[in-house]
C-alpha cells in the first residue's frame, strides 16, 4: 500500500491534498455526491452558515442535515496520501542520507532513503535495479496554510483589499466589483498588508512593553515577597532575641534580690543567734544563783556569799528588767515590685511590631549623620522600580519638636537625594515616608547636630593607605556622594563618611601621585598630578578619562571648573599663574598672570557665582581676586599674622554663603565675598 501510495503522490499536484474551503492540508477529508471532498469541519460550518451546502468547485447545492453530515463518505485514498506525506515528512532529516551534504529533496519509500536533488538522485535513477523505485517529492511547506490565495478561485492570487467590507479579492471575484461600485474604500492587497502589518507591530511592540513591565513588576513582587518573608524570620529571631534576653535580665535581678534577702536573713539569724546565746547565758546565771542562794538558806553566817549573790542579781535585773530589754525592734523582709516595669511591659511589650515600604531605602552611610549646625547635608534614598515620579516627604524634627524644611531631589530612575539642613545643636530625626505615608526602610535618619568647631578627628592616614604612606595629606574634598576624599602624593584616595568613619580606600589604576582634586557635578574628578606633571580627568572609580596639559604645566597644584563655562583653572606654581583649559576638549584657552601681574606662586584657585577667580599666592601671601575679563580687580587681603591677614595662603574655597574660607600656615579664617574678615 505504502508503495501505492508514493508511486500515486508522483502524479498529483501538492495542492490536491488541500481543501478548496480552508485552503489548508485536508482533516478528515469527506466527500460530497459531486464527488468533490472537502473537510468535514469546512462542511459543517458552510452548512451552518448558509443552511445548504453549496459545492465551491461545481456549484452543485446539497442539501445535507445533521444525519447527512455523519453519513458522508469518507475519502480513504486522501487520508492514506495525507498520513504517508506527513510521516513521511515529519521524519525528514536535515541532511540528504547519501551525501550528508545537501538538503533532502526526495523519499524513496522502496529504499527508504532521503535524497538530495543532485547528484544523489540522478545516481539512484542510473541504477536499473533502482529506477523504477516510487520517489516521493518532499513538500517544502510552501505556503501550507497560505493567505495570499482566493478561497473561492483557488488558484488566483489576492490583489484586492476592502476597507468597508473588511473583505479581500482577487479580480475574479464579483463582491470587489459591488464595492467599487458602491465606491467602498478598495486597496491594493500589498497596500493592506503593510498596513495591517505596521499596527500589528505596534500591537506586538506595545505588548512587549507590556510584557516586560508586567515581568518587572513580577520580578518585584517576587523580590517584595522574598524581603518579606526575610524581615519576617528576622523579626521572629529579633523578638527571640528580646525574649531571651529580657528573661536573661529578669532572671539575674532575681537572682541579685535572693541574694540580698538570703544576705538579709544571714545577718538576722547572726543577730538572733548572739541574742538567743546571751539570754540563755543570763539564764544560766540566774539558775546557778538561785541554786546557790538556796544551799545557804538558815545560814545566817553565810552572809557575805549572799551579799555577792545580791550584787549580782542587781546587776542582772539592770539588764533584764530594764525597758530596753523588752523592746522589740521589729525588721522582716519586704518584696516591692517593679511597678514602672509592669506599666511599660502592659504598654509595650517586650518591643513593637512596623512596617515600612520596602520600595525605598535609606543608603547604608546615611543612616546616622554627623553634621555642623546651618551646615546642608544629604540624605540618598534608592528605589527598586525606575521613576521619576518621587512619592517621598522627609520632615526633619528635633526633640523640642522644632522642625526643619528639606528638599527632594531626582537623581536618576533609581536614586533620589533629600537635602536639609539643621539650626539648632542637638539630635534631630529626619522622618522619611513614601507615598502611602508608610516610612521608608532606614528611617527616621538619626542626626546629630554640633556647634561649629572640632567635631571628629580621623587617625593617622598613613594606617589607611598602602602606597607612599609618609607623604602628608594633600586635599580633603566632598564628592557628590558627600564622602570625604583624602588625598596624599599617592595612588591612594581614603574615603570617609561624614561622621569621620572609614568606607573604602580606592587606589588609582594609573601610576600617579595625586595633588589637589575637584569633584564635578557629573561625578567626574580632575586632579593634579605630581609625576605626570598635568591635570587628570577620571571617573568615581579614578579609572582615568583624558588628561590637560601635557608639556605645558610645570607644577599644578590647586584646580577648579567652571560649569557654566565648561573651564578648567589650573594654579601652576613654578609657572607662575593659572592656566585655563577647555574641559571638553583639552585645549588651552589661556591663562591669569603676567609680567605686569606675576604670582609668586598660585597654591590654589576657586570661583564665585558672579564668575570671579579667587587665587591664593602662596609665595606673595596674598589673596587676589580676578573679573570675569581676567583683569585685576582687588586684593582681598595680604601678609600678616593677624586677623584679617594671611601668612602663606595654601588653600581658598567659597562656602555655601558665598562667603571664602583661607586656610594658610597659621590658621582658618572666614571672610565675606568682599574680603572683610568675618572670624578666625
Aim: hydrophobic content about 30%; charged content about 25%.
Amino acid at each position: 500500500m505504502s508503495q501505492y501510495v508514493s508511486k500515486a503522490l508522483q502524479f498529483m499536484d501538492k495542492k490536491d491534498l488541500e481543501c478548496a474551503i480552508c485552503l489548508s492540508r485536508f482533516h478528515q477529508p469527506k466527500t460530497l455526491k459531486c464527488m468533490h471532498t472537502y473537510c468535514l469541519q469546512c462542511i459543517q460550518k458552510w452548512v451552518e452558515t448558509h443552511g445548504k451546502m453549496k459545492c465551491p468547485t461545481c456549484a452543485q447545492e446539497h442539501d445535507l442535515t445533521r444525519y447527512d453530515l455523519k453519513e458522508l463518505t469518507s475519502n480513504t485514498m486522501i487520508s492514506q496520501l495525507l498520513e504517508y506525506v506527513i510521516k513521511t515528512e515529519d521524519q525528514k532529516p536535515t541532511k540528504c542520507t547519501c551525501c550528508n551534504t545537501n538538503q533532502p529533496e526526495y523519499h524513496c519509500q522502496t529504499c527508504q532513503l532521503y535524497l538530495c536533488g543532485a547528484p544523489c538522485i540522478k545516481q539512484h535513477q542510473i541504477i536499473p535495479a533502482l529506477r523504477n523505485h516510487s520517489l516521493y517529492t518532499l513538500d517544502k511547506k510552501e505556503h501550507e496554510g497560505s493567505s495570499d490565495k482566493c478561497k473561492v478561485h483557488c488558484n488566483n492570487t489576492l490583489e484586492f483589499f476592502c476597507s468597508t467590507c473588511n473583505r479581500s479579492a482577487c479580480k475574479h471575484c464579483e463582491h470587489i466589483l459591488r464595492c467599487y461600485q458602491k465606491e467602498h474604500k478598495v486597496i491594493p492587497m500589498s497596500t493592506a498588508i503593510i498596513e495591517f502589518n505596521n499596527d500589528a507591530t505596534e500591537i506586538v511592540k506595545l505588548a512587549h512593553e507590556i510584557e516586560n513591565k508586567l515581568k518587572r513588576k513580577l520580578e518585584f513582587i517576587t523580590k517584595d515577597s522574598s524581603e518579606f518573608d526575610s524581615q519576617l524570620n528576622f523579626c521572629r529571631t529579633a523578638i527571640k532575641i528580646q525574649k531571651k534576653k529580657l528573661i536573661t535580665t529578669v532572671t539575674e535581678k532575681s537572682r541579685e534580690l535572693i541574694s540580698k534577702l538570703e544576705e538579709r536573713y544571714r545577718e538576722k539569724k547572726e543577730d538572733t543567734d548572739s541574742k538567743v546565746q546571751d539570754t540563755d547565758s543570763k539564764m544560766t546565771q540566774v539558775n546557778n544563783l538561785i541554786v546557790s542562794v538556796n544551799t545557804i538558806i538558815n545560814k545566817p553566817e553565810e552572809k557575805d556569799i549572799l551579799e555577792s549573790h545580791k550584787t549580782t542579781i542587781n546587776t542582772v535585773r539592770d539588764k533584764v528588767l530594764g525597758k530596753e530589754f523588752f523592746q522589740r525592734k521589729v525588721i522582716t523582709p519586704h518584696f516591692i515590685p517593679s511597678t514602672h516595669l509592669d506599666e511599660s511591659i502592659v504598654a509595650e511589650g517586650v518591643g513593637k511590631i512596623t512596617t515600612f515600604d520596602s520600595m525605598y531605602s535609606v543608603a547604608k552611610d546615611d543612616e546616622f549623620i554627623n553634621v555642623i549646625k546651618e551646615q546642608p547635608f544629604v540624605v540618598k534614598i534608592s528605589s527598586l522600580i525606575d521613576s521619576d515620579a518621587c512619592q517621598l516627604t522627609a520632615v526633619l524634627i528635633n526633640q523640642s519638636g522644632e522642625e526643619s524644611a528639606t528638599e527632594t531631589e531626582y537623581i536618576n530612575s533609581r536614586e533620589y537625594k533629600i537635602t536639609g539642613r539643621c539650626n539648632v545643636e542637638g539630635d534631630w530625626q529626619m522622618k522619611i515616608t513614601s507615598g502611602v505615608a508608610a516610612p521608608i526602610k532606614g528611617s527616621p535618619v538619626n542626626i546629630k547636630v554640633e556647634s561649629l568647631g572640632l567635631v571628629h578627628t580621623i587617625g593617622n592616614i598613613a594606617d589607611y593607605k598602602e602606597h607612599m604612606k609618609r607623604n602628608k595629606v594633600t586635599d580633603v574634598v566632598l564628592d557628590t556622594d558627600g564622602h570625604i576624599l583624602v588625598s596624599s602624593y599617592s595612588k591612594d584616595i581614603i574615603k570617609f563618611n561624614q561622621s569621620g568613619l572609614f568606607v573604602a580606600r580606592v587606589q588609582v589604576p594609573q601610576d600617579v601621585m595625586i595633588n589637589k582634586m575637584h569633584p564635578m557635578d557629573d561625578g567626574h574628578i580632575v586632579y593634579s598630578d605630581y609625576i605626570g606633571k598635568c591635570v587628570v580627568m577620571c571617573d568615581d572609580q579614578f579609572e582615568e578619562i583624558t588628561t590637560f596639559g601635557k608639556g605645558i604645566l610645570k607644577y599644578p597644584e590647586g584646580l577648579t571648573v567652571n560649569m557654566k563655562t565648561r573651564v578648567l583653572y589650573v594654579a601652576d606654581r613654578e609657572a607662575h599663574c593659572v592656566f585655563k583649559f577647555n574641559v571638553d576638549d583639552g585645549r588651552l584657552l589661556g591663562k591669569i598672570g603676567s609680567e605686569d601681574c606675576k604670582f609668586g606662586g598660585p597654591y590654589n584657585v576657586t570661583i564665585t557665582k558672579e564668575d570671579y577667580v579667587i587665587v591664593a599666592d602662596v609665595k606673595n601671601n596674598a589673596i587676589q581676586m580676578f573679573d570675569a575679563n581676567e583683569e585685576l580687580k582687588k586684593i582681598l587681603t595680604g601678609y600678616g599674622i593677624n586677623d584679617g591677614h594671611v601668612w602663606g595662603p595654601s588653600d581658598v574655597t567659597m562656602d555655601m554663603d558665598e562667603n571664602i574660607i583661607i586656610s594658610s600656615n597659621h590658621k582658618l579664617q572666614l571672610f565675606d565675598k568682599y574680603g572683610v574678615f568675618i572670624k578666625e
